[in-house]
């Protein structure tokens, strides 16, 4: 009996989520909400966004937290990845610093593991981003090696 009660509130759980998901993506879409919606999309099918500031400081990474549309927050929330800057001259990406590194060793037994990835997550304010987008590194790679046409 209590299998079939957990079962139960497991199952109204799951419908619960779904249907705020659907109503968060609902009120996002009506709102025309773009930036809310690549951070939704960015949740839902587990892609990191490129986040570049104001200062030319680039972040991609995980987001973390909850998107809830109209809520006035001022801070963006990420698990980093990878970070740099745009340069100057052509406004290309040049990353300099590799978190998945660090993530590693953290996990490995060795100077690094008292701390967890928690520990980097950052809150950038929304008011310094300049741009952001879903980022695949699939398809950064192959730009990356493309050509320019003849």
């Known amino acids: 009996m209590a299998m079939f009660a957990w079962a139960q509130t497991s ?3 799951s419908l619960r989520t779904q249907a705020r998901t659907h109503a968060v993506r609902y009120a996002i879409e009506s709102l025309n909400a773009d930036f809310e919606l690549i951070l939704l999309r960015s949740l839902e099918q587990t892609i990191p966004v490129s986040v570049t500031l104001k200062s030319a400081k680039v972040y991609v990474g995980y987001v973390v937290g909850v998107i809830t549309p109209g809520d006035p927050r001022d801070m963006l929330r990420i698990l980093p990845y990878v970070s740099g800057f745009r340069r100057p001259s052509d406004f290309k990406v040049e990353f300099t610093t590799f978190y998945t590194a ?5 996990r490995e037994a060795g100077g690094l593991s008292h701390l967890s990835a928690e520990n980097f997550k950052l ?3 929304i008011a310094d981003i300049q741009s952001i987008s879903l980022f695949d590194i699939a398809a950064y790679v192959e730009f990356q090696t493309q050509t320019k046409p003849a």
Do not use: V
């Open 123 to 125: 809150a950038l304010p």
């Open 11 to 13: 199952r109204f759980w």
């Open 102 to 106: 660090i993530y590693k060793k953290i």
